[in-house]
């Protein structure tokens, strides 16, 4: 049996109390549902959206809620929320603040050691090891909006019991289906992960002609309305833009989300590269993409000009260990929506994997050169090139894939 209804506000206390009751170990695992380590829009509504929908619902196949309590975990350390002023105008037609969200730093444990920072960090690996093991037994995770963990939460991966996601299949956690733990693997090529999540449980959701119950659904759909109509641009970007994202929206707020979303005056350049960054480890190297909404003039600028911006790239990329690193720009500018992509190969096997991809990808991707070669440099302080990205229509969701099989 589904758990008695409650308000998303209601919800989030709930679960915060759970998580901070929980004793460890424990004959009852904490389950959460997390998104991915960008931390965007569409991961951090999904998962409160997925985790209120497990919670209060039976499954698809109209069985009973088996987890007892979902708990949203919004894959970012608090006081980066900051760097989310989209959240604010969605949240609040929720009836929520970003203050309620719970984040990694609200968990009654310690995460491992990231694994693209253990170069560069002096830890004992050891020393929690058994402590480490004993958590993953505690714990149970859902992902959405990814189909694999990265960083320090990668340790967890032989606890996931379920899948909802929109990205490149990682062919990972391939037996949900089958195992008597599983909850499920959805992964779909749509606009937003929201909109499968709508999906998921359209049918399952219980109508009510209670007020209480109304008024929360209501939160629910504003909640959910918000990463649709951003990850599609109002339901306009024809690349993105699938049926099951406009069966899933019906109106849109999506100026207010836009312009929110676009306000970078109050971050500095480390902040922005940090505030929709994504990673992966492929063929013993690691690459990173930061992705910005203002173009490469803004943040060369922001960063005090060429040589200063440079530097706070470089540095970005020796603090996370990085092989190769990628600031992909989205704009609109003259003529309309535009892009650009500023890429940054570390050390000599990083270059050749650099000119491997540029050759496969120049036409893919309509690259031609950023202002004269500006941001372009080879020497000891790397490899750079920085390029026009005329082929508007691939996102990093296109470009990943392209440099992660170059690596191999």
């Known amino acids: 049996m589904s758990l008695p209804r409650t308000s998303l506000n209601t919800f989030l206390k709930t679960a915060r109390s759970h998580l901070q009751n929980h004793k460890n170990p424990s004959s009852i695992p904490l389950t959460f549902v997390i998104g991915n380590e960008s931390a965007d829009l569409d991961s951090l509504c999904s998962a409160i959206l997925l985790a209120y929908l497990k919670t209060y619902t039976s499954n698809g196949n109209g069985q009973g809620n088996r987890k007892g309590f979902y708990i949203p975990l919004s894959n970012?350390?608090?006081?980066?929320?900051?760097?989310?002023?989209?959240?604010k105008p969605v949240l609040s037609r929720a009836n929520l603040e970003?203050?309620?969200?719970?984040?990694?730093?609200?968990?009654?444990?310690?995460?491992?050691?990231?694994?693209?920072?253990?170069?560069?960090?002096?830890?004992?690996?050891?020393?929690d090891e058994e402590k480490r093991k004993g958590?993953?037994?505690?714990?149970?995770?859902?992902?959405?909006?990814?189909?694999?963990?990265?960083?320090?939460?990668?340790?967890?991966?032989?606890?996931?019991?379920?899948?909802?996601?929109?990205?490149?299949?990682?062919?990972?956690?391939?037996?949900?289906?089958?195992?008597?733990?599983?909850?499920?693997r959805l992964i779909k090529t749509v606009g937003s992960c929201a909109s499968l999540v709508i999906q998921t449980f359209r049918e399952s959701w219980p109508p009510s002609n209670d007020t209480s119950c109304v008024e929360w659904d209501r939160e629910v759909a504003a909640l959910a309305m918000g990463p649709v109509v951003g990850d599609t641009a109002n339901l306009g970007d024809r690349g993105k833009t699938t049926g099951v994202d406009c069966e899933a929206v019906g109106g849109a707020y999506w100026e207010e989300i836009e312009g929110a979303k676009g306000d970078l005056e109050g971050l500095g350049v480390g902040e922005i590269l940090r505030k929709d960054y994504k990673s992966w480890r492929e063929g013993g190297m690691n690459l990173g993409i930061s992705a910005a909404v203002k173009d490469l003039s803004f943040l060369v600028e922001k960063g005090g000009?060429?040589?200063?911006?440079?530097?706070?790239?470089?540095?970005?990329?020796?603090?996370?260990?990085?092989?190769?690193?990628v600031v992909m720009t989205m704009f609109q500018g003259e003529g309309g929506f535009r892009?650009?992509?500023?890429?940054?190969?570390?050390?000599?096997?990083?270059?050749?994997?650099?000119?491997?991809?540029?050759?496969?990808?120049?036409?893919?991707?309509?690259?031609?050169?950023?202002?004269?070669?500006?941001?372009?440099?080879?020497?000891?302080?790397?490899?750079?090139?920085?390029?026009?990205?005329?082929?508007?229509?691939?996102?990093?969701?296109?470009?990943?894939?392209?440099?992660?099989?170059?690596?191999?």
């Open 76 to 87: 970012l350390k608090r006081a980066d929320l900051r760097l989310r002023p989209e959240l």
């Open 339 to 408: 892009r650009e992509l500023l890429l940054y190969a570390r050390n000599a096997r990083s270059v050749k994997v650099a000119e491997r991809f540029e050759r496969g990808a120049r036409e893919r991707l309509g690259l031609r050169g950023w202002k004269e070669g500006m941001l372009d440099g080879d020497g000891e302080e790397g490899w750079r090139r920085c390029w026009i990205q005329e082929k508007t229509e691939n996102s990093r969701k296109q470009v990943a894939p392209l440099l992660r099989e170059a690596m191999l």
């Open 305 to 325: 000009g060429r040589e200063g911006f440079l530097v706070k790239v470089e540095g970005f990329s020796k603090e996370r260990g990085l092989d190769l690193f």
């Open 135 to 184: 958590v993953e037994k505690d714990t149970r995770w859902f992902l959405v909006d990814h189909n694999l963990l990265t960083g320090p939460l990668s340790h967890f991966n032989t606890s996931i019991i379920g899948v909802i996601d929109h990205h490149l299949d990682e062919g990972q956690h391939t037996g949900l289906a089958l195992s008597p733990e599983g909850e499920g």
């Open 98 to 127: 970003v203050g309620d969200l719970i984040t990694l730093c609200d968990l009654p444990f310690s995460l491992p050691a990231d694994q693209d920072q253990a170069q560069t960090q002096a830890q004992d690996q050891n020393q």
